[in-house]
C-alpha cells in the first residue's frame, strides 16, 4: 500500500503536467488568446477532471488545493506550452499526443483513487473514465469545439479499458506501480492507433434522418 | 413514507431512461456522432442532473454511483435510441417528448429529494428546477445549441410548478406516488402545450439595442 | 471577527446583485432571449461563482440555498435589468461595469471564505479567482461565446490581485471592511483601465502555426 501511496500523487501529477502543456496548446491554436488565457486553459485543462473527481467521490477540498505541486505543474506546463507553441510548425501532433498521456494517467488514477475512497466496481470504472475526459471536455467546450470524447475516435473507450484494467488489479491485489504504468500504456497506445489509423465506432446511417431540421 | 421511499428511485429511473434516449437522439441529429458519443451525450444527459442535485445538496457519492441501475438504464437507453433512429423518419418530436417527460420527472424528484435532506422550501424549488433542466443544459452546451432553459416555450416554469406542487405536497403530509405522478403530469402538459402553441414569454422589444454591436 | 462575519455576506449580496443585472443584459445583448431565459442567465451568473466555491471548499448545501436574499438579488437584479433594457440605447458599457464590480467583489470573498474554512494560502488565492470568473464563465459557455477569462484584456489578473490583498490582509489580522472594499477597488480599476487602454497581455506570434489545421 505505501508503493500505492507514493505512486498515486506522481502519476497525477504527470498528468497534469501533460494536461497543462495540452490545454495551453489548444489555446494557443483555436483561438490566440494571450498569455493569461493561455495559462487559464492550460491550468483548467489540468486541474478539472482531478476536481470533478473528487467532488464525485468527496475528497473536499479537493487535491488540487491542498498540494501546491499541482498548480506549480499545471501552470508551469502552461508557460512552457506558450513559450514553446513559437518554435512549434505544427500543433496538432504534440496537442493530440499529450492529451492521451494525459488521458491514460487520470483514467487509472481516477479509478484507483475512487476504489480507495470506498466505491463500487462499476461507479469506479465511471469515475476513472470522468475523470480521464473531464479536463479536455471542459477545455473544448470553452473554446467552442465539440468535446473530443463524443466526437474523436476510440477516445472513452481506452480510458474506459484502463479503469478496468486498474480496477481489475487493485481488486485481485496487484496493483502497484507495474500495473498503473501498464494500464496507462494500454490506453495510451489504443488512443494513438485509432488516432493513426482514423478508426471510428459505428455510425448511424444518413437515411431517413436528413428531412430532419433542428426545431431548437 | 415508505411508499415515498419505494417511489423515489421508481421515478427517478424512469426519466433516467427518457433522458438517454433523449440525449442519445439529440447526439444522432446534432452532430451524427458514432456509437461511443450518443452512448456517452445519453449518459451524461440522463446522470447530469441527478449528480448535480447530489453534489449541491451533500448526498456524496451520488445516488449515480451507488445504484447501478441508473448506469445500465441511461446507457440502455442511449443504445436503444441509436439502434432507432435509423427507423425514424423524423427525431423532432420524440426528443421533444422524451425531454419533457425527464424534465418532468426530475423537478419532482429534485423538489422531494431537496427536502428529504433538510433543505427549506425555496432551496428546493430551485433543486427541483436545477434537477430537471440540468442534463438537458450540459447536453446542449456539448453539442453547441443554446440550453433550452433559456430559449425554449415554458421550460423553466412548468419545472417550477412540479417543484412547486411537489413542496406543496410534502409539507401538507400529501405526497405520495398519485401527488407526485400528478405534479409530474401537470409539468409535462404544460411543457407539451407550450410546445405546441408555440407560447413564449416576454421578450425585450428590439428598439434601441439594434445599435449594440458586441464588444467581447 | 464580528464585523467581518457580517461584511461577508453584505459584500457577497453586492456582488450577487451586480451579476444578476449583468447576466440578464447579457441574455438580452447576446441571443434576445426571453423573459425566462433572462432570469435564468442571471440568476446563473450570479449565483454560479459562490455556487462552485461552497462546492470546492465543502460549505454544502452552498450559502445560496440556504439564504432566500441571494435568489431574491439575484432574480430582482435580473428583473430589473430586462425592464431596464429597453431604455437603454447601448448595453456594452453597463454590462462591463457591472462584470467588473461582480469580479471584484466575488473574488474578496471566494478568497476570504476559502481561507475561513481552513484552505491554505495558494488554494485560497485560486479560490478567490474561480469565485470571481465563475459565473461570468458559465455564463459565456452557456451563450456560446468565448469566456471572458480566456480572452479579456485583464480579467483573470485584477481578480488574482484582489485575493492576494484579501490574503495578505487577513494573515497580517488587518482584514475587515476598509481592506475588503480596497481589495475590491483595486481589482475594479485594473479591470476597468484595461477595458479603457484596450491593454493585452503578450500573445504567441502567428509565425509557424498558421500552416497548423485543427485535426479534431
Partial sequence: MSTESALLPAL??????AFGLNGALTAVRAARLDVVGVLALGMITALGGGVIRD??????????????R????AAGGALIAFALSRRLDRLGMPITVL??????????????????????????LALGVI???GGGTIRDTLV???????VSDLY???????????????????YGLPAALGAAAVCFVIRM????????????PRTGNDHDSPDS
Fill in 70 to 73: 499541482y498548480f506549480v505543474l
Fill in 99 to 124: 492529451d492521451a498521456v494525459g488521458l491514460s494517467v487520470f483514467s487509472v488514477i481516477g479509478a484507483s483513487k475512487a476504489l480507495s475512497f470506498g466505491l463500487q466496481i462499476g461507479p469506479a
Fill in 193 to 204: 492507433l485509432g488516432v493513426y489509423f482514423g478508426l471510428q465506432a459505428p455510425r448511424p
Fill in 55 to 68: 467532488v464525485l467521490i468527496g475528497a473536499i477540498p479537493p487535491a488540487t488545493f491542498q498540494d501546491w
Fill in 156 to 174: 472513452a473507450i481506452p480510458a474506459l479499458v484502463a479503469a478496468a484494467i486498474t480496477v481489475g488489479t487493485v481488486e485481485t491485489g496487484v
Fill in 144 to 150: 467552442r469545439q465539440l468535446p473530443s470524447v463524443l
Fill in 131 to 133: 475523470t480521464g475526459v
Fill in 12 to 17: 497525477d501529477l504527470t498528468g497534469t503536467f
